[in-house]
C-alpha cells in the first residue's frame, strides 16, 4: 500500500470523513470509515462512552447504515468530497462467517475506488459478529480464502488479541494471500460508573504496551503482511515506536478526540523520519 | 468547523459552582452551538455552550468533576473545536427562555439575536449581576414561577437534565417546549456516534441532531 | 473452596510464601505459590522487570526448581512454615500438553496439603508452554479431561485473555469438571527501555477493566466455577469491583509490590463487606 | 523484615543531586542491608541502602528520576520495609570502603561497626561535611587515588554499576574485591525473581544472594 504519510485514521474512531474538516487531509496517509456491515445496525443502547485521561471505553455497537445504503450514499456522490481529499480505506463486517462472504460481494464494483479494503475481525461491541468469527478456526480459515477470491483490493484484516493469538491470525492471512493486517482493535472491559456495570471496547493510552507487542510478534512471523499498528498512540514517539517494533504504517484513533491536531504533529514527525 | 486556541480574558463567579469565563478571543457560532474543550483529565473533549457576554465570547461552566475545575481554576489557554450542532431557529412568536446558571452566556446571545425573554435559575444565590434578566433562586421558587408562567407560545429549558425534565412537566401544557439535551460525547461532530439518546423517534445524537429537541420527542 | 477471607495472593507474585513476612496471615484467604513445572527453570535473563506508576511488565520467564526439587523441600518440611500460617493453592505448569499431565502426576500424593490446584496455562514469559497450551483446543480439552481424573483436588486454571475467549475456557473447565477459574494473568506486552526493546507480561492498575470484563462474561455462561478475579486490584474498591462483577474471591498481585499493607486494607474490607 | 513508616527529620545535599536523609526513627539492620521504599511514581518499592548519621538512621538518595526526586524533596513519611539483603561479613583485615556519595550512610554504618577506613567519592563539590572521611572529587582525582592505593587485604565498592566497574578494574589485582550489585527490584525479599543478575556463578538474585557479591563472581 503506498501511503505518502504511514499514518491511517483508525475505523470508527473517525466516522465518515468528519476529521476532515480538523485535520489536514495532506497528513493523513488514509482514512479508514466506520464499518460497514451487511444489515444496517442501530447500535447499542445508551449509554455508549466513559473515558479516563488513561482510556476510552466505548459501546458504540457498530451503528452503521448498512451496505446497501452505504453503496446508494457512494453513488449518489455523498461521500465524493472525502475522496478527493485523502485516500480511503473501506472497512467491513457481519454478524456470522456467511454475512462477510455477502458484503465482500456487495462491494465488488466499488473496490478500486479504496486504496485497500479491511475487514474487522474485532469488534467486542456485537452480541454476534465481530469478535465472534475468531472461534471458528477452520471456517475463518475458509473465509479468508473466499474473501480474496472474491475482491482483488489490497487486504487487510483489523484483529484484536482476544480469541485468538495474533500471531496465528497473521499466519493464516499470509497464507491466504491477504495484504496487511491491522492491530489492535480495542479490548473487552468494564467499568463501573455510579455503581452500575458499563461494558465496551477499551482505547486509548492503557493499549500501547499490549498493542506494540502485538505488533511485534506479528512481524516476527511474517514478512510479507504490511502491517498498520496501532493502540494508544498519542504522540510522535509512540507512533515512533510502532514502526520500531514492526509496523509499516500507523493508525491514530482515541487521541483524535483529544486533540486532532495531534495527528498533524505525529504525520509531520514520520515525514522527517522518513527522510 | 475548526480548531481554535481560547485565552482566558476573566473569570466570574455566577452563583453556587458556575463561573462565566470570557475569552480574548471570537468564535462565529449561532445561538445553541457549542464547542468541545480539551482537558488533561481525559482523553476526549468536553461539550459546552457557545455564548457571549459584555461583547465578548464566553462559556459558562459548573464545575462538577476534574475537567470543569480545570477549566474554570487552572487553564489559561483552552484547545477547542467547533461551533458544533445545530443553531436552534426559535418559532416566530412569543417566548421564553429559562436557564440554569452554567447556560448564561449561550441564553444572552440568544436574548441579543432573537429578543426573546430570559428567566435565570439557580439553586444558590447570584453572586453576578445578570441584569437584565430576571433571577429565580431556589427550588421552590423556580417550581412556583415556573407554574405561573403564561402568555407564552413556546419555552426553552437550557440545564441540566433533571432541571429540564422538570421544567417540561410543568410547561408542557402550555406552549411548546424546546430543551438542551445532555449525552456523554467523544467527537462532537458526528464521527464517534457516542452521543446517542433515545426518542420517540428513535435514535438521535446529540451532536449532530441538537444539542436542542423538542420536549415531546424527548420525553413522555 | 472454603476461604475465611475471600482473598487470595496471587501465583508468582508473592514468590514461595515470602509475604507472610510482611502480611498478617490471618487476612490471607489462600496463598499461591508460584508456579512449579515439571522440569526445573532458570527463567529469563536479566533485565526482568520495568515499572510504570500504573503498570509492572515482568519478564521472569518461570523461574523455578522444578517439581522435583519442590516435593523434596517440601518432604523435607522447607515449606511447613506456610502451611502453619495459611491455606496454599499449588501452581504447576508446563512445556507442553504432556508435562502438565506428568507434573500433575507428580504431585499426586501430596495433594490434600493444598486446598486447591492452580493449573497456570496463561504464563506469557515463556516460549513453548504457557500461553502456547491453549492453541489446540481439542488437545486441551483433553487435557482437561486427564488432569480431573488425575487429581482429586480443588482444580483451578489459571486462564489468561489471549489466544483463546476466557467465557470458552470457562466452559471446557465447567464440561470437565474443574472446580474454579483464575482471571486473569498478565498480558503480553511490550515497551520501549532506552531505544531497547523489553518484553514481558503486563500487571498491575491498567488491567482493572479489561481484568473486569473477563470476570463478568465468565460469570454470565458458568455458574458452578469458584471465580477469582484479579488483575490491577489497587484497594478496596477495585477489590468489591470484582465481586460485584461476579468473582468469589478476588487475588492480589502487582499492588503488594507497592505496599503490603494493603492486602491487609483490603481483606479488612471484604470481611466487613460479608456480614 | 518487617514494614515501618520513617518521618523525615532533616535532608541535607551532600554533593551534585546527592542527599542525606536522617530520620525520626529507627531501624535495626547490619551494615550492607537496604530497605524497599513506596513511592507514587511506581507500582514497586525502590531499593535503597540502610546507613546511619550522627545517630539517626539515614538514607543517602541521589536524584535521578521522579522516584528519588520524589523521596528527597516531596515526601513527609516514607512506607518502607526491611531490612532486606545479607549482612556483609568483612574478612577478617585490613580493609578499606571506596564509597559514592549516595552511599555515604551506609559506608558510616559499616565505618562504625567494622573500624573500616571510608574513602567517598563525588564528581561534584561535597557540599557537607563528611568527616572523618577522606573525600575525592572528580573523575581524575579518582582514577589516580585508587592506582594508588596500596595496603589494604580487601576493598568494598558502593556506588553506581559503572563505578564499581571501573574500581574492580583497578583494583582487583591488589586484593579482594567486593561491590554493590544494582539490579531492577519488585519485592526486595526474594519472592518476584526479578532481581537476578548474571555471575559467573550462574543466576544470582541480589536481594537474596546479595547485594554485596565479589568481584570477581559478577565480572571478568
Ligand atoms: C451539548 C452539551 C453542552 C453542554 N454545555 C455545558 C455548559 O455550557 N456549561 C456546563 O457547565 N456544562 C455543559 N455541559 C455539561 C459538561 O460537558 C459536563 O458537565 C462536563 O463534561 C463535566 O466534565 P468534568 O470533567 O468536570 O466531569 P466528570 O467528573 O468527568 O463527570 C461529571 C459529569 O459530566 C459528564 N461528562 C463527562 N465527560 C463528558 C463528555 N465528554 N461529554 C459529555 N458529558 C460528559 C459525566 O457523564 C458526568 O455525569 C454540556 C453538555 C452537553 C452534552
Ligand atoms: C540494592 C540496591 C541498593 C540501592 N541503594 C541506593 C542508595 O542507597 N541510594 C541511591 O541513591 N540509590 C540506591 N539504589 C538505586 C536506586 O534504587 C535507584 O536509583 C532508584 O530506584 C531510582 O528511582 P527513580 O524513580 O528516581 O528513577 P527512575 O526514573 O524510575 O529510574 C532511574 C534508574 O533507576 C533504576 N530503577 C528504577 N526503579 C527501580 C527499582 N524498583 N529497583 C531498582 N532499580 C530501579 C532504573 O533502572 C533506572 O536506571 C540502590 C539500588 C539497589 C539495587
Ligand atoms: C468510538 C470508537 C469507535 C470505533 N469503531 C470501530 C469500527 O467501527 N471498526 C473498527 O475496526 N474499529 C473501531 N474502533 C477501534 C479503533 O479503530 C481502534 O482500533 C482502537 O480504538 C484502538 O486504537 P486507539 O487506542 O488509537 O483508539 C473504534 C474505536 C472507538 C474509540
Ligand atoms: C513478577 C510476577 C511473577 C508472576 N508469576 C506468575 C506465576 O508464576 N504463575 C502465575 O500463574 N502467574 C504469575 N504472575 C501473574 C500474577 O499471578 C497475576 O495474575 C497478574 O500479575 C495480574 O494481577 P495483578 O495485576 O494484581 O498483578 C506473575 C506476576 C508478576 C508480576
Ligand atoms: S459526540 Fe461523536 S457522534 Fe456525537
Ligand atoms: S527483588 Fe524480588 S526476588 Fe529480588
Not at chain 1, 465518515?16 to 447499542?44: F, Q, R, W
Not at chain 1, 514478512?223 to 491514530?252: P, R
Not at chain 2, 455566577?14 to 488533561?40: A, C, H, K
Request: charged share 25%.
Amino acid at each position: 500500500m503506498d501511503l505518502k504519510v504511514p499514518l491511517v485514521i483508525a475505523s470508527g474512531v473517525g466516522g465518515m470523513g468528519e476529521y476532515l474538516k480538523l485535520v489536514d487531509p495532506s497528513c493523513i496517509g488514509a482514512y479508514t470509515l466506520k464499518t460497514i456491515t451487511l444489515k444496517s445496525k442501530v447500535g447499542n443502547p445508551p449509554c455508549r462512552l466513559i473515558a479516563t485521561k488513561d482510556y476510552l471505553i466505548n459501546s458504540i455497537g457498530l451503528e452503521n447504515p448498512g451496505v446497501d445504503e452505504f453503496l446508494r450514499r457512494l453513488k449518489d456522490g455523498e461521500y465524493n468530497w472525502i475522496f478527493e481529499k485523502v485516500k480511503v480505506i473501506l472497512s467491513l463486517g457481519g454478524d456470522n462467517l456467511d454475512e462477510y462472504r455477502l458484503v465482500a460481494e456487495k462491494v465488488k464494483d466499488v473496490e478500486e475506488k479504496f486504496v485497500a479494503i479491511e475487514f474487522n475481525f474485532s469488534c467486542p461491541n456485537v452480541e454476534k459478529g465481530g469478535l465472534g468469527v475468531v472461534t471458528d478456526l477452520s471456517n475463518l480459515e475458509r473465509l479468508l480464502g473466499i474473501l480474496r477470491k472474491t475482491l482483488k483490493s489490497f487486504l487487510i484484516a483489523k484483529v484484536g488479541i482476544e480469541g485468538i493469538f495474533v500471531e496465528y491470525f497473521a499466519k493464516m492471512l499470509e497464507n491466504n494471500g491477504w495484504n496487511g493486517i491491522s492491530l489492535i482493535n480495542t479490548i473487552r472491559a468494564l467499568k463501573f460508573v455510579d455503581g452500575k456495570i458499563f461494558k465496551g471496547g477499551l482505547s486509548g493510552p492503557v493499549l500501547k504496551p499490549i498493542a506494540l507487542r502485538a505488533v511485534y510478534e506479528v512481524r516476527r512471523v511474517t514478512s510479507n503482511l504490511f502491517v498498520i499498528g496501532g493502540g494508544g498512540i498519542s504522540n510522535e514517539e509512540d507512533a515512533k515506536e510502532f514502526l520500531m517494533a514492526g509496523a509499516d504504517a500507523v493508525s491514530v484513533g482515541t487521541i483524535i478526540y483529544k486533540n486532532p491536531k495531534i495527528v498533524e504533529r505525529i504525520a509531520e514527525s514520520l515525514r522527517r523520519g522518513r527522510l | 468547523m475548526e480548531n481554535f486556541s481560547l485565552t482566558k480574558k476573566e473569570v466570574e463567579k455566577i452563583s453556587g459552582n458556575t463561573y462565566l469565563i470570557r475569552f480574548n478571543e471570537w468564535i462565529d457560532f449561532e445561538p445553541m452551538q457549542f464547542v468541545m474543550v480539551e482537558t488533561p483529565n481525559s482523553v476526549v473533549r468536553k461539550p459546552f455552550g457557545l455564548g457571549s457576554w459584555q461583547g465578548d465570547l464566553a462559556l459558562c461552566v459548573e464545575i462538577l468533576g476534574e475537567g470543569t475545575k480545570y477549566i474554570v481554576h487552572e487553564a489559561v489557554k483552552l484547545n477547542v473545536h467547533g461551533p458544533c450542532g445545530n443553531d436552534f431557529v426559535p418559532p416566530n412568536k412569543n417566548g421564553l427562555i429559562i436557564a440554569a446558571a452554567s447556560c448564561l452566556a449561550m441564553a444572552h446571545e440568544a436574548f441579543k439575536r432573537w429578543d426573546v425573554e430570559v428567566l435565570m435559575c439557580s439553586r444558590e444565590e447570584f453572586e453576578m449581576d445578570v441584569r437584565p434578566f430576571r433571577k429565580i433562586v431556589g427550588d421552590e421558587s423556580f417550581l412556583k414561577t415556573l407554574r405561573e408562567l403564561k402568555g407564552y407560545d413556546w419555552y426553552l429549558t437550557l440545564g441540566s437534565p433533571q432541571m429540564c425534565r422538570i421544567a417540561y412537566g410543568i410547561l408542557k401544557t402550555k406552549g411548546e417546549v424546546f430543551t438542551t439535551m445532555d449525552s456523554y460525547m467523544a467527537c462532537g461532530i458526528g464521527a464517534c456516534r457516542g452521543c446517542a439518546i433515545e426518542t420517540k423517534e428513535g435514535l438521535k445524537h446529540v451532536c449532530i441532531d441538537g444539542p436542542i429537541f423538542r420536549g415531546d420527542v424527548v420525553w413522555i
